[in-house]
Structure formats: C-alpha cells, structure tokens
C-alpha cells in the first residue's frame, strides 16, 4: 500500500535540502568577501556623492552567488580531503546529503546567474574579473596549486585578494592604483592568516597529503614565515595613508591594529602553541574587518 508523505515531512525535508545547498557556499567565508567588495564600492565613490544603489546592489549579489559557486566547486574538489579533516568533514558532500552532479549543477547556475547579473547590471569587466577570480579560486588555486606546493596559500592568494577591486571596478568601471592598495592588503594577510591555521592543523593536512608549509617545511620555518609575513603585511597598511588615499583615522587605526597582530605573531615565533595559533587566527578575520571598516570611517568622516 502506498503511503503519502505528510506536508510537514515534505517541507522539513525541503528545509534541509535547501540548508545543505547553502552550506556548500561557505556562508562564512562568502560574508567576508562581500564586506570586503561592499567597502570598495564604497571608497570607490567619493565622499558626499550618491551612490548609484542599482549597480552597487547587483554587484554586491553578483559577486556573492560568484563567490558561493567557487566555494561549491571548491567543496567538490576536495570532497575526499575533506572527509579525512576534523574541521570540513561535517560538509554536505563528505556526509552524502547532496552528490557530485547536484553540486555541479548548483554551482553552474548560482555562478552563472551571479555572472549575467553582473554583466546586465553592472559592467563587463566586473563580470569578467569576477570570472577570472572563479577560475583563480576554484581551478587554479584548488586543483592546481593547493595539492601541488607549500606556496599554494602565497600564489592563490591573488584571487582571494580580489573583492575590493570587483567592488571599485563595479563603481568605476576601472581599476586605479587605490584599489591595487587594497588588493596588496589583503594579499600579504593572507598567508599569516591562513598559515596560523594551518599551524595547529598541521597533523590533519599530513594526513590528507597536502603539501601545506608546515607539513613540508616544518612549524618552526611556518612560524617565522608567519612573522616574515605579518611584518609585510602591516607595513602594506601603512600605504593607503602614505598615498593620501585615507587620512589620521585609518592610519591610527592600521597601526594599533597591526601592533597587536605583531603581538600574536612575535608570541607564535618565540612560545608557540595550537591555542596561540588558534586566537590567531581568530584575530586575523576581526584584524580584516576593522581594517576595512576604519578605512570607510575615515573615507566619510575624515
């Protein structure tokens, strides 16, 4: 005898099949890159001037549904590594709540539809240096690089540092030397960023046979890069004021928070530990947000 699924079965199965989805797009991950493409939009116009609210909420949207078909992509590369790791294997993919093929599909459209937006809405060329970071991100850098050398997090880090230009390019239909500041930013973060992490996930990226800095060059050589680095990164801070690009707000603010990311970095170097790096890394996405964000006070208050 055939039994008819109860409605409300029906919809909390729905629910979760739709959760799943979503989570393939890293939401966390997605949400920093947004801030970060919303902050150059909004440097991007002048102080004082209207903004123009259709190309920048398209962008802001198209750049999203980009960035959730890298991050699903992503997923799909690296279902089998993730399934070995403590942190990613509790995915959608390595659990069985959606395939391959569903994956695939999902990502084809969600970035195709980010894409068109973009391309209608916006500019073509946002559309194609979104474009050009989906292919950095999700083939370059994950099939490419990030199986192949310890320096995967250095190089891929290019089109991680991308979303300040699409959101300046979507205002401007360019890309100035102001937001070359800001992409340099974002790439001499990452690697002490990511490279904390990896610090105290250094046995689980053994494990799935990622060649990740300290896997290959050991902790102490990853710990002194990750200070190497930190030094780079803050004093890149320094270059929007130098270039009168932002005034005294952003810069008092880049250098208390760039003593205070020397202050984990110089601790991981000297007396290291996995919580040290734990906070660390913990402090690198607030160290990012506030950065940007002073910068945006100092842009319309300054």
């Keep these: ?9 029906q919809r909390s199965g ?10 393939l797009t890293k939401p966390r991950v997605v949400s920093l890159i947004v801030f970060c493409a919303v902050i150059g939009m909004l440097l991007a116009v002048p102080a004082g001037v209207a903004l123009p609210l259709v190309p920048l909420l398209a962008a802001t949207v198209g750049i999203a549904l980009v960035a959730g078909a890298a991050a699903a992509i992503n997923c799909l590369v690296e279902q089998k590594i993730d399934a070995l790791m403590a942190r990613t294997r509790g995915r959608p993919l390595p659990l069985g709540e959606v395939n391959s093929i569903e994956t695939l599909v999902f990502a084809s ?5 980010g894409l068109c937006l973009l391309n209608i809405w916006v500019n073509p060329l946002t559309m194609w240096l979104t474009l050009a970071t989906f292919v950095g991100y999700a083939i370059i850098y994950t099939v490419i690089l990030k199986p192949a050398t310890p320096q995967n997090i250095v190089i891929g880090g290019a089109s991680g540092a991308m979303p300040p230009v699409l959101g300046w390019a979507a205002m401007t239909d360019s890309v100035t030397p ?3 500041l800001l992409f340099l930013i974002i790439f001499t973060w990452t690697p002490p960023h990511f490279w904390a992490l990896a610090l105290y996930r250094t046995e689980e990226y053994a494990k799935a046979g990622l060649p990740m800095l300290p896997v290959t060059h050991g902790e102490k050589f990853t710990r002194l890069q990750v200070l190497l680095y930190t030094i780079i990164m ?8 130098v270039y009168r690009m932002s005034g005294w707000i952003y810069l008092v603010s880049a250098v208390v928070l760039g003593l205070v990311f020397m202050w984990y970095a110089v601790r991981i170097f000297i007396s290291y530990s996995d919580a040290l790096a734990r906070t660390t890394f913990r402090y690198s996405i607030l160290y990012l947000s506030l950065l940007f964000a002073a910068l945006l006070v100092d842009h319309y208050f300054a």
């Design 178 to 180: 102001d937001a070359m």
């Design 14 to 23: 729905l629910s979760n099949r739709l959760r799943q989805f979503y989570a």
């Design 1 to 9: 005898m055939n039994q008819t699924v109860p409605l409300s079965q």
């Design 109 to 113: 459209i969600v970035g195709g539809a």
């Design 234 to 241: 803050v004093a890149s801070t320094l270059l929007p004021f």
